[in-house]
């Protein structure tokens, strides 16, 4: 009883830190904007009518896990999305255009959980670089679990995908 005793005063973080992780984030894009369900597929680039609108809608999928074998309560995620700038062969990096804040209200002990961000702003972001000699490049994402006073790590996870100009059929 002391030596367990011993182990759960010494390594108090190992036993209860919670292991969050973001184990993909994908991109996917629905072709019906209309419609009452839309089905979204996944998407290798966003693409662009040569108009310069977008050519479907976007959201982003995250697979949240949980490593623990304690059920995660109340998790926060913080996330910024920036474009990638092109001009000539030079490539820019925007600051971000949006950061807000995901909230996950539990994640099941060893499980995963889907999680989708749909205001991606991009409409509104595409239409003030019509003119400005700049075209997108890549969209980038940047999140991270906000940190707790339990937690072992702080990780800051990047996914990018890139644009189609003009390729819409």
Known sequence: MKKTLFLFLLFPVSIFGQTIKISSASFEYT??????????????AIKIKPDGRLAFLYRIRLNIKNESS???????????????????????????????????????????????????????????LKNSGFEPNALELEIAKEPRKEDERFESLTFSIPFALNSVH
């Open 31 to 44: 072709p019906s904007i209309v419609a009452k369900k839309k089905v979204y597929f996944l998407a290798d």
């Open 70 to 128: 304690r059920v995660c309560d109340g998790l926060v995620f913080k996330y910024s999305l920036r474009i990638i700038l092109k001009k000539g062969e030079t490539i820019y990096k925007d600051i971000p255009f949006q950061a807000e804040e995901l909230r996950v209200s539990r994640v099941s002990a060893s499980g995963e959980k889907k999680v989708y961000i749909y205001n991606l702003d991009l409409k509104d972001q595409l239409r003030r």
